[in-house]
């Protein structure tokens, strides 16, 4: 059992940076595949970007590309959502999620453990 607390979410103006963070409880964290997603009302929720267990480099959705950047430190069971950038579309609430040797799909299903999300507004 994994247990995932986000923290790092705002209110930051448009062109702004924030640095979102999961924290993972349990051992074996650097077993666990790790990917972001992000959800609006009304909307699916929508992959961001995963790094997956074997430290391969990350993958990230068409609008992250250039702006975000995912890493993990595994002494500290913490993954990190970098975004620089950032406007309004990016408004949403962010979520980490995780599954053992997960090598970063950007398919929601592939992850077991959700963390309770972190909202992010962009002012325009």
């Known amino acids: 059992q994994v247990q995932l607390v986000e923290s790092g979410g705002g209110l930051v103006a448009a062109g702004g940076s924030l640095r979102l963070s999961c924290a993972a409880s349990?051992?074996?964290?650097?077993?666990?595949?790790m990917g972001w997603f992000r959800q609006v009302p009304g909307k699916e929720r929508e992959f961001v970007g995963a790094?997956?267990?074997?430290?391969?480099?990350?993958s990230y959705n068409d609008s992250a590309k250039g702006r975000f950047t995912i890493s993990r430190d595994n002494a500290k069971n913490t993954v990190y959502l970098q975004m620089n950038f950032l406007n309004a579309e990016d408004t949403a609430v962010y979520y980490c999620?995780?599954?053992?040797?997960?090598?970063?799909?950007?398919?929601?299903?592939?992850?077991?453990?959700w963390g309770q999300g972190t909202q992010v507004t962009v002012s325009s």
């Open positions: 790094i997956g267990y074997i430290g391969s480099s990350p």
């Open positions: 349990g051992r074996a964290f650097s077993r666990y595949g």
């Open positions: 999620a995780a599954d053992l040797f997960n090598t970063g799909t950007p398919d929601p299903g592939g992850y077991r453990y």
